[in-house]
């Protein structure tokens, strides 16, 4: 190895246990609410809650987002935001010509 | 300059003094992202997209056409998973100059990838059991079969992309040549697969289970 290679790396074996613990947990979680008998839009609100929650957790710890400057942050949170505002947006325009 | 600092690898010679904004974050790094924000905007466009579709549909799945396999697709997405936690540590064995055990599990992480791509090859053409194009499910039928294959056809482009990629910075490692910050930089690739997956698991997969079909 080259360059920033040699540097004293701490244990993390913890760490990343929890992290995997985290992820399948989370995924065995979406799975579970899918197969659960119910109303289809409460399933489909809540799947989407859990995915989100994977997704800002997998690029905050697997992704060290965490770890990063702020102003790396809130580039990497800029994309994800217009994406969500965009589905609001055709989600409330969905609905609105379904109501009327 | 001295003849020593002359052959020193130019990687150790550029440190900048840190940014304001971004720290000692290189412009690889920076570029990466860049590059994986770019990327996420590409998906989230297909799975918008498919969103809309989905609930402009009266019927989603039509008569004869084959449900999806979920647990088959859960295990892939274990597998997915495991395989973001054995490239930190690859990433890890990178910055403690251990080559042995980065090429090891970098290795690991490619064999995730290719097991993956393996069951999702599986899944679309069949392998011991018919796949889902001899069940019914075929592309341009219906918007259920060509938003499957588009959405999951180009997450799986982004797989081999990976495999190819985690394995060229596994062959670098193997003659010496690699540095910490390339194994970083295809382990940020490789979570960013494995985030998307996430999302195309629960929008694609389980979304109309639990919708009903």
């Known amino acids: ?100 | 300059m001295t003849t020593a600092h002359a052959h020193v690898h130019p990687q150790i010679t550029a440190r900048w003094p840190p940014d304001a904004q971004f720290g000692r974050t290189s412009s690889a790094k920076l570029a990466m992202w860049i590059f994986l924000l770019s990327d996420w905007l590409s998906f989230a466009g297909l799975l918008l997209a498919y969103g809309i579709l989905r609930a402009g549909s009266a019927v989603w799945r039509h008569p004869g056409e084959p449900g999806l396999n979920v647990p088959f697709t859960c295990l892939l997405t274990l597998v997915l998973i495991a395989s973001s936690i054995s490239v930190i540590v690859a990433h890890d064995s990178a910055q403690a100059a251990n080559r042995q055990r980065t090429m090891l599990w970098l290795g690991i992480t490619a064999l995730g990838g290719v097991l993956f791509l393996t069951g999702q090859y599986a899944e679309w053409f069949g392998i011991l059991h018919p796949g889902l194009t001899h069940e019914g499910l075929v592309f341009g039928r219906s918007a259920y079969a060509s938003t499957f294959y588009v959405i999951t056809g180009f997450h799986g482009l982004h797989v081999t992309a990976g495999v190819i990629y985690l394995l060229a910075v596994l062959a670098r490692t193997a003659r010496g040549v690699a540095s910490a910050g390339e194994v970083e930089l295809v382990a940020l690739f490789w979570h960013f697969v494995d985030l998307i997956w996430n999302l195309v698991f629960v929008l694609v997969y389980l979304v109309p289970t639990g919708g009903g079909g």
Do not use: C, D, K
């Open chain 1, 1 to 100: 190895m080259s360059a920033t290679a040699g540097a004293s790396v701490p244990n993390r074996t913890r760490e990343y246990l929890v992290m995997l613990v985290v992820m399948v947990v989370l995924t065995i979680l979406e799975v579970a609410v899918a197969l659960i008998p119910g109303h289809a839009s409460w399933t489909v609100v809540l799947l989407l809650a859990l995915a989100l929650a994977q997704a800002v957790y997998f690029a905050l710890y697997t992704m060290h987002l965490s770890r990063e400057t702020v102003a790396l942050r809130r580039m990497a949170a800029g994309p994800g935001l217009i994406a969500a505002l965009y589905g609001l947006v055709l989600i409330a325009e969905a609905a609105w010509r379904h109501l009327r």
